[in-house]
């Protein structure tokens, strides 16, 4: 185990990874084969393409007209016309070519061959023809209108070149050189296993403490794309004889092996020991990097093992910056390298000294340029996946960047760049409204109303959802914009939701918060920030003031009141599944899970909206809708209702 | 017929094509189906999609360590630890969750569990644990190194957007969520039909007069990527019931189908009566556009018909301009736009009033910023297919645009955008060591000499091979560099290549050109500008002096003396397929065509580059190359050779 240990301590860093790899084995291409022409696209040539034919293959017109020798009319013009000898007619496909002489004619149409030595084509509409004869209202110049056998392509041309990628349009130039089949080099096979306990896959039953498997296909489809032979197999438990089984049997049927997750522990104790086992075995075990750290490499023979962490960010991004580039170079495609841009960091980033480190950012295009915003959470969060336009890039030596730097931000080449970004508190009706009036062009992000305000504060977001109370004036949101200094904004009212106590219903009904302190039910709370936290802690003062004692006292004989989720929907699902006995949440939400409900308070949701944002014609059309909500729209979404307040705008 | 004659002189602009046809047919999504997540990559949603679960779908450790009540810790650091009593062990995967409460601690390992109402995670490293008491070392805030069950997303909320694109990491979010199918928008069948009687299919024998089909394979690659059913039908010959025939049966099988070509007299004739039978039938015939004009399009019923132009350039531009929105918008791709840009023009170009053209451009990064290059030749050049970078679009009211000015570029998505740009005189020893060297990061355009120096003066070419004599000095290229005040760029002295008549060999061996003329033999020339066409010329002013004629008098009694080619292979090809009797080509393809040859000279090819080019570190290493050649290195082409000047530098 020291040798082991000793590697895990020696992390490598980013740029080493593929230069070990191929001081042991290079990365080139696995063999060739030939394939059909009309499936080589997305391969790459293995030989330089020679043309079999001449392009054109003969002397063709390239208009319909008569061809003649240029030098029968020298000098011929409307009023000095010419008359030629009709010896003949070629259409496109003849092949009985006449003979034609100075003095004579042959009529040709577009494509068809230009009959030797006539030099030039008279386009039709300058000439007149009647039987034998045709009269001729212009001269042409030699080589006019007549395309050359082999003056685009000539045999024996290169039309293409080996390690070039095979496109539609080079599949075009190779059928035109009268090509079948071309040589390809062979496709990478890749074997993906799954590790760990707790992974199900989409569809398998997901009993408490599992959770499904969400790398295996990513990694699956980005091999189909890249035009590999994936494969996935079933999941290994966490028991090294397993996990050393399942990786012997896809050495075999594969070029590349990846593993996924199990636990760090399990990297260390099961993958790892199934690795060591192989010759030469273990390279790499460790980067300095984030969050890709726990990368593990391993050779057997020429086949290439990678162990891939299992958090979604850490995985994908080991993907990116290997799997990607290491079957790239075993399928012959050239140095294929991630696109990058140079642009603004909106907000400061911290950075471990000697790692380095690669941050899901949104990017967004302001006036002033485009701006870098960090997405909020760690590598396990599944939503960044489909949410971030790129990673920003802090080097080894980078402990801090301040907001307003420039940093460079690897791009992501499957973001959808939406047009709208709203981000803030969750809410069902919003997100009914945003499907129906701007669908997949918006981005919509969850982090909490306070989230939102910073988000719109800092420019990130065109629209914050946001549902704060106040508990001095009672008002809602309004004094939290002023509060946090946020100007060039307009606040539209929106709705109003009921929430309040969620319970089971086979318990009895709970009536208040003090009953659940006084007989000691579990109580889900919600994060700090969250407009019902705010609300939940005004209660509890309020009790507390009643009680006498501070709040902080009766807050300590809350049970489960540290115990914090982030929206309404998770407290309503924390208590139907009976980890905890009560929350608060949303009318809406008691409903859907079938829970009881004691009605609080009606709180009100508003959208705080850049003044910069209005300018985008789908903020408008969304504000509009919002605006002209009427109570018949809200009828499927009981606890909510609208009143004169909604779509009042206020200025700030 | 007087309708349709209408119908085809109203031509209609570019951005009416898609309007009309919608104003008879929404280009609209043609259903839904229900398809398995790991074949969804490429398609688009035609549903919302609603998480199943909470994600996390419970509360787990995001690292190795012991979960705890963050309350029980406050205030502790290494020197005032705090132990708590160990109650359990949970591993990631693990469902049987102990109790825990105040004063008590679980061992975690990351993914794991963490048993309500435990609200933080103590990392092992900061613990020391002795049986079943755990002595901590530091304090955590609540939350910390727990990832809340829905945290990320709940339950309900929308996870991908009806009308998203499927990628391999929307994939990744979808699997996280539990999917293991999704609603996607049908994909659109596409029938593609070549016409004409000169089309031949790809590894078929070509009779004289006849060309392979490029366009179907291109347009069946194209719907490919676009996640369509493409199928190539068997081509049509330019019969009108023959046409209808096919129409009909791909029109049963298909939504969208496609004719390509056939003469623009077939087009007038055929395919278009065949389409005139169908209702409602012609809805447009023209667009006011270069080179797409002679566009078709059809409907009967909803079924889609496009007559496309069998010229590769015009087909393709019609593909992107007009299919592969149409094809999109069938299958519910959002709108989607072909990337521009804006850069300047190298060299002017003409336009003809109230017509919007494509003119097909290289694109080159040089100090100054990107240059665009218009590329010779007409749209039945099917080389430029793969050589372009873009269209340059001449808007209808553009009749001029000078060089210097900007124009918009529609780039191509395909474009390799080489790095090296050798354009000039065709020869098979610089493609030999092209190939070697360089491979398919090099982008080679024959050109002939002449324009090769020109290429080399605007600035588009970084190497231009040339072989121009100059009669006066008997000196090679040198003179033109000079003449063209070509500056900036070195000259660097390359090989030597026998040139002579060639001639069949089983006719009687040509000597010199005078017997040419006085035999009455057909002769093939080269283009003006060639250095082999200023042999020729130079052969024949001599000859003129010695018979006391004008050098003009004798070309005339030349035969195929304005029959001109442009490079020595085409030369060979045309004598050996009996076209013409002789000509003036390299020995090397008198050998390769297995023709007569008597030598008239050796000639110099030479390499001229520029000198910013000589930077790249490519172009450093081809002249390497050149420069090395020794004769051994070119004994495989017979008619070459190298001399104490090869290598040779000289600088203007």
Redesign the interface.
Known sequence: MTSERKIYRNLVGVDEVLKIIESYRRLEPLGEEEVP??ES?GRV?SR?VYSL????????A?V?GYAV???DLVGVYEDRPKTLKLVGKL?????R?PHISSGETVEV?????VP??A?AVVPVEYTHASGDKVTFYRSVS??ENV???????????????????V??????????????TVWVYRQARVGIIPT????K???ER?????????????????M??LGAKPK?YERAL?DPSQIGEYIDRALEENDVVVTIGG????LEDYTYRAMSRLKPGIIIHGVREKPGRPLVVALHGDKILLGLP?F?MSC?QTVYLYLIPIVSKLQGL?EHSIEAVRAELALPLRNEPGIRSFIPVILVQKYSGMKVFPLP??S????L??LFDGFAVLREDQEYLPAGSMVEVLL?P?S?RPEVNIIGS?D?LL?EVV?ETL????R?V?VGSTGGLQAVKSGIADIAGSHLLDPATNEYNIPYVKSYGIDKVILIRGYLREQGLVYRKEKEPVQSISEVIDKGL?FVNR?PGSGTRVLIDKLLEDEAARRGITSSKLK?QL??Y??????H??VA??VASG??DVGVALRYFAI?YGLGFTSLAWERYDLIVSKESLQKPKVARLLERVKSLKGEDIEKFPGYRVDGETGKEYEF
Chains 1, 2 share one sequence.
């Not at 034919?53 to 063709?60: M, N, Q």
């Not at 997901?206 to 980005?222: C, K, R, T, V």
């Open positions: 022409l009309e696209v040539l330089n034919i001449d392009y054109p293959p003969y002397t063709r390239l319909d020798l240029s030098s259409s496109t496909g003849e092949t070519v149409s577009t494509g068809a061959i030797y030595p030099d030699h080589g395309d050359t056998a082999g003056s685009d392509i000539a045999r024996g041309e290169v039309v293409a070149w080996k390690g070039e990628l496109t539609p349009l080079l599949v075009s130039s190779l059928a035109a050189t009268g090509l079948k760990g306990n707790e992974i896959y989409p569809g997901l009993e408490y403490g599992q959770i499904y498997d969400s790398n295996s296909h990513m990694i699956y489809a980005f189909k794309l996935i966490d636990t760090s522990a399990g299992g979604p994908m050239r959470g760690h396990g969060r599944v939503s996946i489909s992501n499957f959808r969750h069902p997100q499907s669908g997949a062009s918006v919509l969850n579990s994060n300590a049970k489960g540290t115990f914090e989720v982030k929206t929907e998770a699902h924390i980890v905890a859907k």
